[in-house]
């Protein structure tokens, strides 16, 4: 079993940046990969970036790319999302992901994701 607790969600205006983290226990962190996704109302979910167990690979969505960083600490147990540069099509329930089938590469597939975070909410204002 995994558990993943978002936290660093929040309210911000337009062309400011939020630090999303994602605090995972139950198992060894450093052995699966993780992956960030996010849900708009009334939109499906939707990929937006992921990290191998080591953090040398790092795969982003287009729509992210250049603004969002992935990054993770594997002595904290904790996988980051550095947001900058946020647009208002930016706002969205973020979830964090963990993929215990990867460990050297990554997937954009929710369903290949075996545990799930609860969610945080990123408001961007215009």
């Known amino acids: 079993q995994v558990q993943l607790v978002e936290s660093g969600g929040g309210l911000v205006q337009a062309g400011g940046s939020l630090r999303l983290s994602c605090a995972a226990s139950?198992?060894?962190?450093?052995?699966?990969?993780m992956g960030w996704f996010r849900q708009a109302p009334g939109k499906e979910r939707e990929f937006v970036a992921a990290?191998?167990?080591?953090?040398?690979?790092?795969y982003y969505a287009d729509s992210v790319k250049g603004r969002f960083t992935i990054s993770r600490d594997n002595t904290k147990n904790t996988v980051y999302l550095q947001m900058n540069s946020l647009k208002y099509e930016d706002t969205a329930v973020y979830y964090c992901a963990g993929d215990l089938g990867r460990t050297g590469r990554v997937t954009t597939l929710s369903n290949e994701y075996d545990y799930w975070g609860q969610g945080t909410q990123v408001t961007v204002s215009s």
């Open positions: 990290i191998n167990w080591s953090g040398g690979v790092a």
């Open positions: 139950g198992r060894t962190f450093s052995s699966y990969a």
